[in-house]
């Protein structure tokens, strides 16, 4: 049984053409729409800063050890936004920024200019191929499937729209778009109230999405052959925990980052899109809102402590919690390196990134820190 525990959700409730682009200070700014992909992101940190004065993507090459250095910026064509009442948290999700490994692409959301912008990826250069609409209001998540794109749209009631990949480029998928029929919170609110993540099951038969404080729920929609979603999802209601944002463990468990209790959770994902406890264990941290893999660990971020607490996931599902370790103020997502020696987590606050190595017994050691220009406030990186 659950225990309801004081709502805390989100830093901002605790915390007061066929080129490769250059960088932005050679001036790339334009949309490239050659055929040509590029061959991957190795040993590479990407960092979107959600800047409303213009979105930008911050490249950082990782040294052996894990260190970062600033290799490149790269305008995304589009605008940051910001959530009202949020603070250090300005989109309130996971997800903002996400790679494909399948072709080679990274997709940003524009939230402040309802677009998405798509990158070919090449070790650690970036060309921007795309920028197209969201097909909703202030795109914050966006979750990726062989060759099928989906986009949480925030603010409206929220929706998701999907789109397929070819050449290179994203297609719209006609009558993809879903409503989520939340209500529209006020101005104050908005952080807490609009969803949070949209993501895919493993096998990709399914589409998670979390609302947060507004309903409190984890929906999932079927995907069907064609790529469009059933008309409404399976809605899973789970009062008080403010589910935020997902990932799964190697053995497919849902697992859960909940606000609302400062805890993770595991939910087996059953094929009727309902959703069964596993386990769930406190943080004992404030505003536990992300979660990240790194190997066989998983790492929930805490904004209101400014920490991230460690987790072993068993095979069955039962969560051992490992302890908790400091960051720069206004923790907010985070992402591990390919082999999950390395975990880099954005701290909000200053638009900082913390560089962590993973030891072997899942505690984390630190190893300095970088300051993303423009990034305060900021969410969305991805590592290899």
Known sequence: MRTSIRLAVGASAVVAATAWVAPVAAGAEGVD?????????????????DNPAGNQIVAYDRADKGSLTLSATYDTGGLGGVLNGSVVDHLASQGALTYDPRHALLYAVNAGSDSLSVFSANENQL???????????????????DDLVYVLNAKDGGSVSGYRV??????????????????IPSDNTQFTHTPGQVA??????????????NGNDISVFEVGPDGRLSDSPTVNP????????????????????????NALA???LNPNGSVTLIDEVGT???????????????????????SVSGYKVADNGQLTLLGATSTHPGTVDASASADGRFLYVQTGNNGIVDEFQVNDNGSLTGLGSVTVAGAGGGE???AF
């Open 284 to 306: 004992a941290q404030a505003a536990t809102c992300w979660v990240a893999p790194a190997g066989q660990f998983f790492y929930a971020g805490n904004a209101g402590s400014a």
């Open 380 to 382: 969305g990186i991805v």
């Open 266 to 268: 595991t939910f087996t």
């Open 127 to 145: 060309r921007l191929r795309q920028v197209l609409d969201s097909g909703g209001t202030f795109p914050v998540s966006v979750a990726v499937h």
């Open 238 to 261: 789970e009062p008080g925990t403010v589910p935020f944002a997902v990932t799964f463990d190697s053995a497919d468990h849902l697992v859960v980052a909940e606000a609302g209790t």
């Open 200 to 213: 895919f099951s493993p096998d990709g038969s399914q589409l998670i999405v979390t609302t947060k404080a």
């Open 166 to 183: 070819a050449d290179g480029r994203l297609h719209r998928i006609k009558r993809s778009t879903r409503s989520l029929g939340l209500a």
């Open 33 to 49: 729409g050659g055929q040509r992909r590029g061959g991957g992101a190795e040993q590479v940190v990407f960092v979107q800063t």
